[in-house]
């Protein structure tokens, strides 16, 4: 796996993955406090959070569960002292779909989080890593 990140300006950057996707991030500056896009640390919790979700969803199709959506609200805390790494992070999963079973969600949820997502694999490291969820039936009558 590959990656690029190319300084702009100020404070702003381009990454490029090594597949050739390319996104604007930096961190605010000058007097209006402009934030060209998110943050690096931002990005790292996107990441985490869409490691999840592809997790999630794969686990899900794989055992017969018709998902239909499926969302990762993530928050989280980082310490005061540099490197100020994440402390805590809490991850908040809303999966949709038809006759979802319950178990079978918060199944894959802990298999994602504790077993196959590489990126909370490593943030475990640093940060207590929480997670709750919502299965929502999106066919309730049938």
Same mark, same amino acid.
């Given at each position: 796996?590959?990656?690029?990140?190319?300084?702009?300006?100020?404070?702003?950057?381009?990454?490029?993955?090594?597949?050739?996707?390319?996104?604007?991030? =930096?961190?605010?500056?000058?007097?209006?406090?402009?934030?060209? =896009?998110?943050? &690096?640390? #931002?990005?790292?919790?996107?990441?985490? @959070?869409?490691?999840? @979700?592809?997790?999630?969803?794969?686990?899900?199709?794989?055992?017969?569960?018709?998902?239909?959506?499926?969302?990762?609200?993530?928050? @989280?805390?980082? /310490?005061?002292?540099?490197?100020?790494?994440?402390?805590?992070?809490?991850?908040?999963?809303?999966?949709?779909?038809?006759?979802?079973?319950? /178990?079978?969600? #918060?199944? %894959?949820?802990?298999?994602?989080?504790?077993?196959?997502?590489?990126?909370? /694999?490593?943030? %475990?490291?640093? @940060?207590?890593?929480?997670?709750?969820?919502?299965?929502?039936?999106?066919? &309730?009558?049938?």
């Amino acid at each position: 796996m590959k990656a690029r990140v190319k300084w702009v300006e100020d404070r702003t950057f381009v990454g490029e993955s090594g597949s050739g996707h390319k996104l604007v991030f =930096g961190t605010s500056y000058g007097p209006d406090g402009r934030t060209p =896009g998110p943050s &690096p640390m #931002e990005l790292v919790l996107i990441g985490t @959070a869409g490691c999840s @979700a592809y997790d999630v969803v794969h686990i899900l199709q794989k055992g017969r569960q018709s998902v239909e959506e499926c969302q990762v609200e993530v928050e @989280a805390d980082r /310490a005061t002292d540099d490197p100020k790494v994440f402390t805590r992070i809490h991850l908040h999963f809303v999966v949709k779909g038809r006759g979802l079973a319950r /178990a079978k969600v #918060e199944r %894959a949820i802990s298999l994602s989080v504790e077993k196959y997502c590489s990126a909370s /694999a490593m943030l %475990a490291k640093t @940060a207590t890593i929480t997670y709750d969820f919502e299965a929502v039936d999106s066919d &309730p009558g049938a």
